[in-house]
């Protein structure tokens, strides 16, 4: 458990999770930080398998922990009835023996290796067993390695149900230098929605009364700013770069153990953005990695608020949103100059989630600050077009 002292009115923050280990070289770690646990059960996919999974299983077998494992097949894209079973079914080594009268131990810890899916699948799978769990992260490509929701594939649709936290968070710079460009991308796109967030967070505050922690919104900013300011070395694959992401998507992962909820995470980018995945899901298609969804959408969101500040009469409203103005600019910069890929990009589906986004979730931001006061339509409209002007550069 991480606990501190806090300023704000809830005086102290924790978070259920034990220690994290960023740094090269990590997963030679292992057997320390997991001295505790001696029938570990290891869950990798394909991939992750290959570039991790490999290594970190023969460290296990070295020092004996290695208890079983599972080697998810095929593509998944989200966690769903079939990849939970396969994790299941494959706590225990399923060619053994059986003797149906013998005590059969289970394993006392999961460690998943991998980022989404994977994290997310053991995620469940550690409620459903009440067993801990922990990650080997293999990419620095979204905020959800510290959270406590997990997606679900259900009904033709994604939807978040109940998981646990993970009690340690493993990450190697050496693995994680070498993830798919498009994945890294994704993880700083992600980060890019913080800016949109907090500002909502900041709006939510003012307007709408909501608690408000000024430590952990800051931590999450300076986090960003980082990222911002070393992101263009992405393409060399500097691992402070990796470092700067993956700490980022961490101390957010943090934060939103800290105050109970997602703000400090996401705001009205994060929700068009599920709008834009959902489409994607119940078409059928192969949804778009979350952090570059997240990145257009947070660019969208950054227009309403350009529009706002130029619109607004109110001084105290153009004071909050000023501040982020340069952050705004940044991130459209680095957008255009690293090419980052477009997710959606025709005007009816930008719209239609806009549109969707804005009952999916009571929680408000700038879409329910221009809902109540007649502003909604007109700026989903001309924001949209204003985005794609903005993709075409
Ligand atoms: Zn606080
Ligand atoms: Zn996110």
Same mark, same amino acid.
């Given at each position: 458990m991480i606990t501190f002292r806090c300023?704000?009115? $809830?005086k102290e923050h924790s978070a259920p999770i034990e220690s994290y280990e960023i740094s090269?070289?990590?997963?030679?770690?292992i057997p320390e930080i997991l001295k505790n646990y001696n029938r570990i059960y290891m869950v990798a996919d394909e991939n992750t398998y290959r570039v991790a999974g490999e290594k970190v299983e023969e460290i296990l077998r070295e020092c004996g922990k290695l208890f079983s494992k599972c080697v998810l097949k095929g593509e998944c894209v989200l966690p769903n009835a079939e990849t939970l079973g396969n994790i299941l079914m494959y706590a225990? =080594?399923?060619s053994a023996k059986s003797d149906i009268f013998a005590y059969s131990p289970m394993p006392d810890f999961i460690l998943a290796v991998g980022s989404g899916t994977v994290n997310d699948s053991c995620r469940l799978a550690s409620y459903r067993l009440g067993l801990p769990y922990g990650i080997v992260g293999t990419?620095?490509? *979204? =905020?959800?390695?510290?959270?406590a929701g997990s997606p679900f594939l259900h009904d033709g649709t994604k939807t978040t149900i109940q998981g646990t936290t993970p009690k340690y968070i493993i990450a190697d710079l050496d693995i994680m230098k070498d993830a798919p460009y498009d994945m890294m991308l994704a993880g700083i796109g992600d980060m890019f929605g913080k800016y949109t967030g907090i500002l909502d967070w900041e709006l939510a505050r003012d307007y709408s009364g909501e608690y408000f922690c000024d430590k952990i919104a800051k931590d999450v900013i300076d986090a960003t700013n980082k990222c911002l300011e070393n992101g263009y070395k992405l393409t060399e694959r500097d691992p402070e770069c990796v470092k700067n992401v993956m700490e980022g998507l961490l101390v957010t992962g943090l934060g939103m153990a800290y105050t109970g909820n997602s703000r400090p995470a996401s705001g009205a980018e994060h929700i068009v953005a599920h709008a834009w995945e959902l489409f994607d899901v119940e078409r059928g298609n192969h949804p778009h990695l979350h952090g570059l969804e997240v990145c257009e959408a947070t660019r969208l969101i950054a227009i309403m608020y350009k529009m706002l500040l130029e619109e607004t009469e109110d001084a105290h409203l153009k004071e909050l949103i000023e501040k982020y103005i340069p952050y705004f600019d940044a991130v459209e910069e680095f957008c255009i100059k690293m090419k980052m890929p477009p997710t959606v990009t025709d005007r009816e589906t930008i719209l239609a989630g806009i549109h969707r986004a804005?009952? *999916? $979730?009571d929680r408000y931001t700038i879409l329910f600050y221009l809902r109540d006061r007649g502003m909604f339509e007109d700026y989903a409209q001309r924001a949209t077009d204003k985005l794609l002007e903005a993709l075409k550069a």
């Open positions: 300023s704000c009115e $809830r090269s070289g990590a997963i030679y770690k225990h =080594d399923i990419a620095p490509s *979204m =905020d959800g390695y510290a959270s804005l009952p *999916m $979730r």
